[in-house]
Nanobody, 132 residues
């Protein structure tokens, strides 16, 4: 069973930076399955929205609102996913979640990772608060 634990959230002034971490357990990288991972966020009274995704080939994609400011990376040896957030804005304030999708390497299964429903595993979230 895949488990995800986020950390690194906090309060920061606008223009500042934070790095979130997500420790992954219960999964070992192999050739039969792929793991796609994503970062999502949810502000009060808003729907959960995608921040970005990292695919099994380490390619990434981002939502326009964070592109150029946020960077997703991972340390496969340590099974840790990161979200580096720079030039933070007030509107980045939200609970941030990491998510994982484990799929057989078949067809387009490893290319999906932009919707909440694409992911079957979620962390508990870490709060990011940006003051203007």
């Amino acid at each position: 069973q895949v488990q995800l634990v986020e950390s690194g959230g906090g309060s920061v002034q606008a223009g500042g930076s934070l790095r979130l971490s997500c420790v992954v357990s219960g999964y070992t990288y192999n050739n039969r399955y792929c793991m796609v991972m994503g970062w999502f966020r949810q502000a009060p009274e808003n729907d959960r929205e995608r921040v970005g995704t990292i695919y099994s080939d380490d390619s990434t994609s981002y939502e326009p609102s964070v592109k150029g400011r946020f960077t997703i990376s991972r340390d496969s040896a340590k099974n840790i996913l990161y979200l580096q957030m720079n030039s933070l804005k007030f509107e980045d304030t939200a609970m941030y979640y990491c998510a994982a999708r484990v799929a057989l390497r078949s067809g387009t299964a490893c290319l999906r990772g932009t919707e909440v429903g694409d992911f079957g595993y979620w962390g508990q979230g870490t709060q990011v608060t940006v003051s203007s």
